[in-house]
């Protein structure tokens, strides 16, 4: 009989393990729900040990450059390792050049909401807050609910937090994480420039 996978097996495996959600996820369908069984296989594929490596510098890397839609938007995007025989490796550029596309097609403002200013953070709270109470919502659920959505906004700001262009039930870190365990080395995302033509610009009216 199969077993089914709920939310709160996956959030375990994930706490025990570090691995992905969706790795854990596949884990577990994998040993029909046994959790012993989904550390071990997660261990044999070398996806548990992606967390323990993410406190260890990345000094090597590469800039990656994309341009999408005929020169309507361009991104560059800078993605650290620890070695340059990785930073040479086919699927490291592969990988760059999803992050690249990514940004392109999301637009983030950050790369993680570590980096989000707590002043921008206290000014959309007060913008969700008033929404809420705008809405007739009690006062008492307000807080609540503002957390919820603060949650969205960086999950709509935020690269790492976003969902994968290419895996939509998975958020950027958790790809990123997949690639530092088969590559068996930290990777990080620095930093990016997404410029789009025009932006910022007023058009010009006819006459």
Request: net charge neutral; hydrophobic share 40%; with cysteine.
């Amino acid at each position: 009989m199969t077993k089914i996978i709920d939310a709160s097996m996956v959030k375990e495996l994930r706490e025990r393990t570090g691995a992905g959600m969706m790795d854990c996820k596949r884990a577990l369908a994998e040993v029909n729900g046994d959790m012993e069984k989904a550390v071990e296989f997660l261990r044999e594929k070398g996806l548990a040990a992606a967390n323990k490596k993410a406190g260890r510098s990345t000094s090597e890397g590469v800039v990656e450059a994309y341009i999408h839609g005929g020169g309507r938007i361009g991104v560059m995007v800078e993605i650290n390792c620890e070695t340059d025989f990785v930073a040479k490796n086919a699927d490291f550029r592969a990988l760059a050049r999803d992050i690249a596309m990514q940004i392109a097609a999301q637009n983030p403002l950050f790369v993680s909401r570590e980096e989000v200013p707590a002043s921008v953070i206290e000014k959309e709270k007060e913008i969700l807050r008033a929404q809420a109470l705008n809405e007739g919502k009690p006062e008492k659920i307000v807080d609540k609910m503002v957390e919820g959505r603060i949650e969205k906004y960086f999950a709509e700001v935020c690269l790492l937090e976003q969902p994968f262009i290419r895996e939509g039930d998975v958020t950027v870190k958790e790809y990123v994480q997949s690639k530092v365990a088969t590559m068996g080395e930290n990777i990080s995302v620095r930093r990016f420039t997404r410029y789009q033509m025009g932006e910022g610009l007023e058009k010009r009216e006819n006459v």
